[in-house]
């Protein structure tokens, strides 16, 4: 008889409600006639994100002090709560954002893959040690490689698939590689528990700790992006069915940066110094590759790939400040962050509907008179990455810039800001083709009358745009969430 | 609340127009509506003013983001509100000539000019270093489109460069004021306590530089200056180019003292290049708007040197050379549109004759052109005098070479009517061109009116521009820090309190790190 440790099943209740939406999404996928498939796999998932956003802000007021659960796999406190909160509405967005996409087989299953991999990624905000956090990546990366390619259709979905999933799992067995040396090194599995034994057995500065630092650190740069581990991120984007992208920018990102940030704070505080300089380097090559590379883009899914590397960038300034205003910088950016992208793919989406093709820039021509909110919510969209005011994007970049000079780091505020100037130019490229292209090049849609109303695309956009507007105006609220999940972490 | 009413009105206004399906008549009428009730409102504020008081009013201050010393907070200064006054003035007479010309998408434009309206009147009114920045920000984004959408050919040149220049101050301002207010812990102006920083001066003084622009931070001018719709021509150099002003005194030069004074003479200097620069320009250039451009490089070479010679005469001539100026050039650049829409074309080779048959055109161009060359007993002349007779106190040459570019002024401005109203007819000018129409008239009179009214009482700005005519006294005190200390504040440092069962817990999530140090 073996008896299992004690589980907080409460505090597993935004995991466990979106596996249960899978598993019925899945069901459905069998028993539901073919014509409510779609319907009924949207509605389902939808379901199960609202019922993990709900139990999320429960379990992110219940549980002001963080303590450890299920003998000390994960973490049950705001952190993560507020990670699982950001995922659970990027999988809400995406649910809308989906409805209208032609998965011609495979809709049954799609969702109940969407929800799943929203569970993994809430469940990764929470790892506590390396096991649960390899079990987490591996949890919501394999439901989206099977994601990426479920259009099996297109031949771009196809190679998106397969680059992602070779990709990503080399990132992951660099990831592991570095646990089991980080356990090889100190013994332990448990965050806190290695930050320990580095202390009592005066590790800092072990080889094989510092290797196993370094890995894990590699195995984070690919999941959020961060150049030089960003080489598939465009073409994945490119490929995968749009919604898929927007999810995946949004929500991955947020999962990701939410882990990293807890295992180094809470891991890693004697080798602070060494990750805080790596991390630097991370957004410097970030900011420059992103950047850069946008600037040459005609694709617009490349181009905010691009773009979505450079925000990485940005992001992981606050990782490197290693302060407590950096956390609550990079946790209070990723919320416009994400439904900036989620909005700016929502957009992508139906222009991609309407004209049956990739959208690129030269095809965007026009497009914000002829659909005046879609078109507005884009530039707005496209501001806010660059980080203007009136947009979330905005006070992100401010608070992430505060939290490098708080550190000390003024010369990585100026870093930022030139990679802010030479953003502006790819951003406000795509505001250009919207609405200031001469008319003579106008590549107007397919005839066939006005293009779909789309209601559910426009009101997913919609929400973005309030997200994105919102987080300007009520910093003060949403940066004492921020705040109190931050007091989590033990800087 | 006022202050408040006046910068969201037009916001609101501009949400509304392009949200309800108006027609084009109605959405101009609308928006011509609005600005005018703006004037309105302004010369409510106008008249509820107290110019005796250096204190800051119709203030307002509400919490932003608590945890960084961050808050709304706004209200005027007597020169903030003569700058306020000249953007309403200006934008409503921009506004009634494009409702008049009948610009294309009329709803995406009139509610652009509105927002732009809002963002000048914020930045004329932030009492709050990141409110600044936000506001300063949200002008280039209406210009942006409304340059990039109905300015004329070569206009994606004209953006790009106008936007990068702008951007890249701006971005620099906000590294700048990121360190200055983590500094300070807080990012109210009226908190802040003086800094001896070099390079968070430069941050913000770079900026400034190129929004004014002064020489040789330019680039962007000539090209935005001739591609942008006239009436935003007009904006840009009446109004937008006037923010900097502001943002001079009120931040680089009153919170930066001891940088000011080092950098003073190479800023002197730059700013007499500038004035005489920007004449010789305006003389060689070619078509009407060119030299309305380059003067108006020229001017505010000039408002600057008023700026930097720090006394009361240069602060005083400073505001009362921006209003001047921004009521002058804007009109110049309407009269300029109303030529170029009858010839289509600015172009001296081609322009020439219009006096003949059009009195009220030529009426108002010489009277404009007069204006501009600030000939004795004009307001523009009352502001030039002050402004040199307060750089000379610096040093003599600032005066005799700004004294030159007068003589330079009087020169491209009387090329610019003989070129446009004598000589023979050109080739562009047909008999059928008529004169102005009762619309336009009621555009351009109104400006010209405000500066003959000044030219009668210049005073009224000069001497009504720092509360009790003491410039110097307002500006070392920063602007009267002490006026707010009044007002019930919580702490100076952002505390993060929680009520608890037992009463209340704060802790102090951000130390400033002054205190910290201490």
């Known amino acids: 008889m073996i008896h299992g440790p004690h589980v907080d099943w409460f505090a597993l209740s935004p995991e466990l409600a979106l596996l249960a939406a899978a598993a019925v999404a899945l069901l459905g996928a069998v028993l539901v006639p073919r014509s409510w498939r779609t319907p009924f796999g949207a509605g389902v998932a939808a379901a199960g994100f609202v019922a993990a956003f709900a139990f999320g802000a429960v379990l992110f007021a219940r549980s002001p002090h963080g303590e450890a659960i299920v003998a000390g796999a994960m973490a049950r406190d705001r952190f993560g709560a507020l990670a699982g909160l950001i995922v659970a509405a990027a999988g809400l967005l995406a649910v809308g954002l989906s409805y209208g996409e032609r998965i011609r087989e495979h809709s049954g299953e799609y969702y109940a893959l969407l929800a799943a991999a929203g569970g993994g990624m809430i469940f990764l905000g929470f790892a506590d040690n390396l096991m649960t956090l390899f079990l987490g990546l591996e949890w919501f990366s394999i439901a989206l490689y099977i994601l990426c390619a479920i259009d099996g259709d297109r031949e771009r979905s196809l190679e998106a698939g397969l680059k992602y999933l070779v990709v990503g799992s080399f990132g992951s067995a660099i990831l592991l590689f570095g646990s089991a040396l980080v356990y090889g090194a100190t013994g332990k599995i448990g965050f806190e528990q290695i930050a320990a034994a580095t202390a009592a057995q005066h590790l800092k500065g072990d080889a094989l700790l510092v290797g196993g630092l370094a890995m894990l650190l590699v195995g984070f740069g690919f999941k959020t992006s961060a150049a030089p581990f960003h080489m598939w991120t465009p073409d994945v984007y490119e490929g995968a069915p749009t919604p898929v992208t927007g999810f995946m920018s949004a929500a991955t990102k947020t999962a990701a940066l939410a882990v990293m940030l807890r295992v180094l704070v809470t891991a890693f505080p004697a080798e602070k110094q060494l990750w805080t300089i790596t991390v630097a380097v991370l957004v410097c090559a970030s900011l420059a590759v992103g950047n850069f590379a946008a600037l040459a883009q005609a694709n617009i899914k490349r181009l905010l790939a691009y773009s979505s590397v450079s925000q990485a960038g940005f992001m992981l300034i606050g990782v490197a400040a290693a302060n407590r205003l950096g956390a609550e910088a990079v946790l209070y950016y990723l919320i416009p962050y994400g439904a900036m992208s989620l909005g700016a793919f929502a957009v992508v989406a139906a222009r991609e509907r309407e004209l049956d093709a990739a959208v690129t820039l030269d095809n965007l021509a026009g497009f914000g008179w002829e659909r005046p909110l879609l078109g507005a919510s884009m530039a707005t969209f496209m501001l806010g990455f660059a980080g203007f005011p009136l947009t979330g994007g905005f006070m992100g970049k401010f608070l992430v810039f505060s939290a490098a000079d708080e550190r000390g780091w003024w010369w990585l505020t100026v870093v930022g800001v030139l990679a802010t100037a030479l953003s502006l130019y790819y951003y406000l490229g795509v505001v250009r083709a919207m609405y200031m292209r001469p008319s003579e090049e106008l590549q107007l849609a397919a005839v066939g009358g006005s293009p779909p109303r789309e209601l559910m695309l426009q009101t997913v956009a919609t929400a973005c745009l309030v997200i994105t507007v919102a987080s300007f105006v009520f910093v003060q609220p949403l940066l004492d969430l921020c705040q109190k999940a931050a007091a989590a972490l033990p800087y | ?518």
């Open chain 2, 1 to 518: 609340m006022l202050t408040t009413v006046l910068i969201f009105l037009p916001i609101a206004a501009a949400l509304a127009i392009w949200i309800l399906p108006l027609s084009r008549y109605a959405a101009g009428s609308f928006a011509l509506l609005v600005s005018l009730v703006e004037v309105g409102l302004w010369i409510d504020a106008l008249l509820r003013f107290d110019f005796g008081s250096p204190k800051l009013q119709f203030a307002q201050q509400t919490d932003w983001i608590s945890s960084l010393g961050v808050s709304y907070s706004v209200g005027l200064y007597a020169f903030s509100l003569w700058l306020a006054g000249l953007s309403v003035v200006v934008m409503a007479a921009a506004v009634a000539y494009a409702f008049w010309a009948g610009r294309e998408r009329a709803r995406a434009y009139f509610g652009l000019m509105l927002f732009l309206t809002g963002a000048v009147i914020g930045v004329f009114s932030s009492q709050d270093l990141l409110l600044f920045y936000a506001f300063f920000e949200m002008m280039l984004i209406p210009l942006y489109v409304l340059v990039g959408v109905w300015g004329g050919p070569g206009r994606r040149a004209a953006t790009i460069k106008l936007v990068i220049y702008t951007m890249v101050g701006s971005l620099l301002m906000l590294a700048a004021l990121v360190v200055y207010g983590l500094d300070e812990g807080t990012f109210d102006l009226n908190r802040m306590q003086p800094s001896n920083n070099t390079w968070i001066f430069l941050g913000f003084a770079v900026a400034f530089a190129i929004k004014a622009p002064l020489f040789p931070l330019h680039g962007w001018l000539p090209d935005a200056y001739r591609k942008a719709p006239p009436e935003v021509a007009a904006v840009l150099s009446g109004v937008v180019s006037k923010t900097a002003v502001y943002g001079f005194l009120r931040i680089a030069i009153a919170k930066f003292p001891e940088p000011v004074h080092d950098f003073r003479v190479p800023i002197l200097v730059l700013a007499t290049i500038g004035l005489l620069y920007g004449s010789l320009l305006a003389f060689r250039s070619p078509d009407v708007r060119g030299v309305i451009a380059y003067s108006s490089l020229a001017q505010m070479g000039l408002i600057t040197l008023g700026l930097f010679a720090a006394n009361d005469l240069g602060f005083d001539g400073a505001i009362l050379q921006s209003v001047n100026h921004g009521l002058v050039s804007a009109a110049l650049f309407l009269l300029a549109a109303m030529v170029e829409r009858r010839t289509s074309t600015g172009e001296f080779d081609r322009l020439g004759g219009m006096a003949r048959g059009r009195p009220l055109l030529a009426t108002l161009l010489i009277t404009a052109g007069v204006l501009t060359l600030a000939v004795p007993f004009s307001a523009n002349f009352a502001g030039e005098f002050l402004v040199l007779a307060g750089v000379f106190q610096q040093g003599w040459a600032y005066g005799a070479l700004g004294a030159l570019a007068m003589v330079l002024a009087a020169m491209y401005a009387l090329r610019l009517i003989s070129a446009v109203l004598h000589r023979e007819p050109g080739v562009a000018v047909s008999d059928a061109a008529l004169d102005l129409r009762p619309a336009e008239l009621g555009v351009v009179v109104p400006l010209v009116g405000c500066l003959i009214a000044l030219s009668f009482w210049p005073a009224a700005i000069s001497g009504h521009a720092f509360g009790g005519n003491k410039a110097t006294g307002a500006v070392t005190s920063q602007f009267a820090a002490a006026s707010l200390a009044s007002q019930p504040y919580p702490s100076s440092l952002p505390m993060n309190c929680v009520i608890t069962k037992t009463g209340s817990r704060c802790q102090q999530v951000f130390p400033a790190r002054k205190a910290a140090s201490k």
